[in-house]
Every structure is written in structure tokens, then in C-alpha cells.
């Protein structure tokens, strides 16, 4: 089913008519990325483990998938009866192998499981040394980050972050507009990326940083 | 700072305030696919973020959303137009830049030598290679030319086009079509184009072999002996070898 469910619909998808096709992009692209970038179990003889797609990769395997999605041969494939989003899931879950498998990240006759959750956890993870250091240190830097936050800011980290609410709701909360939230979250990020600078984890100086308070 | 900056250093502060524009987000990615610096800040920005943001590092930010649906539309656009329009020599350097490292990037695998430790810390120890990219095309009678994808079929008697792109210092490349044993090999050519601005090769290889499977390697160096040599599987450093399988026979629908 697409969004806007009904014949015309499908037939406009069909047919390839922009419009019905950026909307389609629209509706999916997001849970297209987030499925994206969750792990994947691949078997590979007899070991299973978990890899998932840097931020680079999945920006070439959530393009890919769509590509794939709507080349006028898969647009027929689609019957317009089951839920679109699966039959994009199925693609993306391809395009994530493929990639994988063409950056040398997995065996080239490596499997992908399927999709029970269960699985998404229970293979013991390919993590190296290197691997390891990295997450720790990325860890450490964003707990620092918080702790040396003033009230205030950490409030707004907590609320926007931690609990996930929107503007409007953080705005309620903390009694502000929302465009005193929106600029405060501005400040936070331009901070987080300041702490990310000055303890090295970033070693390129971001143009315009230098120039806030 | 100079008032030219060859990377996107204002655009990765911007991604980390939020404030990028589409058009912004399309350029950004697009850089950090073809650029060694960029691409590791962009990776180590997106890392902290996330965990900033959903303390899970597999869970992109909205930030990170916004950004891949703003770069992804139009090459999903451009893949919905018909074959026969989508696909002709010119459209290569006006989709190229679109479908990029995409389309590419899951096109090969990328076989990098094993280097010496001298020269990996040499390279400043980010390991990760030089950038080149090949496109496959089947050109059979009466049919319009077809980007082959890994393990599509291109039948036999019909030629295989090419299109190359590669970051310096891999300057030439020459291209092979192997079975069990070698077959023929073409080049070394020089290389024109870049990653997502792919140029045509001034050469196809005819598919002269039985029904089977068969697979297509570009190997791009800083010299055109050492293509042929990477080519040839001698040693070599620095040189990086693509390969794409391939089936000759009848595609199958
Ligand atoms: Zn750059």
C-alpha cells in the first residue's frame, strides 16, 4: 500500500509521475534509513556475527535502494497490495549486503539472516581493539559534554535527547517559545561540535565555529 | 582561512547545527564520498551525534535523516525515468554525479593490496585507499545500451563499454575480461574522469566467450605500467583493482 492508498495512486506510481514518486521517497525514506542503519546478522559457514553501514555507507545504501525501488522494472514489480514499506525493506536489506560485500566488510557468500529481532542480538559481535577504543572514547566524550553543561543546557539536552520531545514539548516544559528552544538547541550543537574540536575527536577545524562565543 | 576552501568544512558545521539545505546536504555527502578528510569527519561527527542524541550509535539523529532524504531524491528520480532514455554515453557525466558512489560502490569490490607498515604509516595511518570507480555497460545489436549490474547477463557477441573515474595519484587504468584463464585485456588508457564523474573509455571488449561466467576487472595505478601490472596480479602498491561478475548469456527478465 502507498501512502494515499487508491488506484490512482498506483497507477500515477506506476506510470512514474514525479510527484507520486517524491511523495512515495518522502513517506519512506526515513524508516528506509533507520532500518538501514541498525545491524545485520550475516552467516558466514558457520560463524554468525552483526555488521552494520558507517554514516557514508548508508547514505550510498538508502540512495541504492530507492534507485533500485523505482526503476521502471521494480515500480511493475510492486502489486500495490502488499505494504510497500516491506517490499522496500526487502531491497534495502539487499543493497546493505551488496555493499557490504563489495567493501570486503563481509564474505562474498555470506548470508543475511532474517529478520527476527532475536537474531539482531544474539550473534556475538566483530568488534576489534580499534573498534572498541573508538566507541569507548566517543562514550566518554559525550558524557563529558553533558556534565560540563550548565543547568540550563543540560536540561534542554535531557528533554530534546534523552526523553526525545519535540521543540513544542521541551518549549512547555522548560517555559520557554519555541524559538528560544530552537536557538538554544542551536547553541548545544554548535557547543557539542566546539567539545568535539577541542578534545580532538574532531581534527578539521569546522569553518564559522570559531566565530561563536 | 582562505576564502576558497577546496573541502566542506562550513557545510559540516552547519550539518552539525542542522541548518543545512538540501541542495547544502546533497553537496556535502557527495564531497565526503570522494574525500578522504571530509568523508572521516563526516563519519566521526555522525558517530558523536548519534550518541549525543539517542545514546545508541545505530540510530541516525534527525539531522542525519533529513540530510540522506534531501541527497537520495534526485538519483531515485532519475533511476524511474525509462531504460532508453536513462541510459545513453551523455548521461553518464549528468547522472554520474547524482548516482556517484552509489550505484558504484555497490558495483565493485575493491581489492587493496596488502601494503608494508612503512607505507601505511606513511599514508598517515587513515588506511583507507585511494578512490576509483567503474561502470559496465552491454552493448548488444538492436538493444539500447545497459549498465550492468553484478551478476547480470549481457549476451554473447554483444561489446562491454566502459567508464572510469579515479581520485589522484591513480592516474591510468587498464581493464580485463577473464574467465578461467585471461581472455583480453585493454590499456592501459589514461584516466579521465572522477568518482561520480565517470568518462567513457575510447574502447569495448567484445564478449567473444561461451555462456558463463565471466568478471571484469579495472586496475587503476599512478602509472600505466603499473596498471598492466596490477592488472596482470603482479605485485603492486597503491594500485586498486575492481572487479564486477558478470554472466554472458541472454538477460533474463
Ligand atoms: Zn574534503
Redesign the pocket.
Known amino acids: 500500500m502507498l501512502p494515499g492508498d487508491d488506484r490512482s495512486v498506483l497507477q500515477a506510481f506506476r506510470e512514474g509521475e514525479r510527484a507520486t514518486l517524491t511523495r512515495v521517497y518522502r513517506t519512506y525514506s526515513p524508516q528506509v534509513a533507520r532500518y538501514l542503519a541498525r545491524r545485520f546478522s550475516v552467516r558466514s559457514g558457520s560463524s554468525v556475527h552483526s555488521v552494520s553501514l558507517g554514516a557514508l555507507d548508508l547514505d550510498a545504501a538508502h540512495q541504492e535502494t530507492f534507485v533500485r525501488a523505482f526503476r521502471p522494472a521494480m515500480r511493475q514489480a510492486y502489486d500495490g497490495v502488499r505494504p510497500y514499506l516491506g517490499f522496500l525493506l526487502t531491497l534495502a536489506r539487499s543493497t546493505a549486503v551488496d555493499l557490504l560485500r563489495a567493501s570486503g566488510r563481509i564474505a562474498r557468500e555470506a548470508v543475511p539472516l532474517d529478520d527476527a529481532p532475536e537474531l539482531a542480538h544474539a550473534p556475538t559481535e566483530e568488534h576489534g581493539p580499534e573498534e572498541q577504543a573508538l566507541r569507548a572514547e566517543v562514550r566518554t566524550l559525550v558524557r563529558q559534554f553533558l556534565e560540563g553543561l550548565p543547568e540550563e543546557a543540560r536540561a534542554l539536552a535531557q528533554l530534546r535527547f534523552m526523553e526525545g520531545l519535540s521543540q513544542e514539548a521541551a518549549a512547555a516544559r522548560l517555559q520557554l517559545t519555541r524559538g528560544e528552544v530552537r536557538v538554544r538547541e542551536r547553541h548545544l550543537r554548535t557547543r557539542f561540535t566546539e567539545h568535539l574540536l577541542a578534545r580532538g575527536w574532531l581534527d578539521v577545524p569546522l569553518g564559522g565555529m570559531e566565530k561563536l562565543p | 582561512m582562505s576564502w576558497f576552501d ?4 562550513g557545510l559540516l558545521a552547519r550539518w552539525a547545527e542542522g541548518t543545512l539545505s538540501p541542495r547544502q546536504s546533497a553537496r556535502l555527502l557527495r ?2 564520498h ?6 572521516a ?1 563526516y563519519e566521526r561527527l555522525v558517530r558523536a551525534s548519534r550518541l549525543l542524541e539517542h545514546a545508541d550509535p545505530h540510530v541516525p539523529t534527525g539531522t542525519e535523516l533529513a540530510a540522506l532524504a534531501d541527497t537520495g531524491l534526485a538519483a531515485a528520480l532519475a533511476a524511474a525515468e525509462p531504460e532508453a532514455s536513462r541510459i545513453r554515453w551523455p548521461s553518464l557525466s549528468l547522472a554520474g554525479g547524482m548516482l556517484a558512489a552509489v550505484s558504484l560502490a555497490v558495483l565493485v569490490v575493491l581489492v587493496q593490496p596488502r601494503e608494508e607498515l612503512d607505507s601505511l604509516q606513511a599514508r598517515g595511518g587513515s588506511g583507507r585507499p585511494a578512490r576509483a570507480a567503474l561502470r559496465v555497460f552491454c552493448a548488444a545489436k538492436q538493444r539500447p545500451l545497459r549498465e550492468l549490474e553484478p551478476s547480470q547477463a549481457c549476451p554473447p557477441g554483444a561489446q562491454l563499454a566502459f567508464a572510469v573515474g579515479a581520485d589522484a595519484p591513480l592516474s591510468h587504468v587498464a581493464v580485463g575480461l577473464y574467465t578461467r584463464r585471461l581472455q583480453s585485456i585493454e590499456g592501459p588508457f589514461s584516466v579521465t574522469g572522477r568518482p561520480g564523474a565517470e568518462q567513457p573509455l575510447e574502447t569495448t571488449l567484445p564478449l567473444q566467450v561461451p555462456a558463463g561466467e565471466v568478471e571484469v576487472l579495472a586496475a587503476f595505478a599512478d602509472s600505466p605500467r603499473e596498471a598492466l601490472a596490477a592488472l596482470r596480479g603482479e605485485t603492486h602498491q597503491g594500485a586498486v583493482v575492481l572487479r564486477l561478475p558478470l554472466r554472458v548469456g541472454e538477460e533474463t527478465p
Open positions: 577546496p573541502h566542506v568544512d564531497h565526503a570522494a574525500c578522504e578528510r571530509c568523508g569527519s
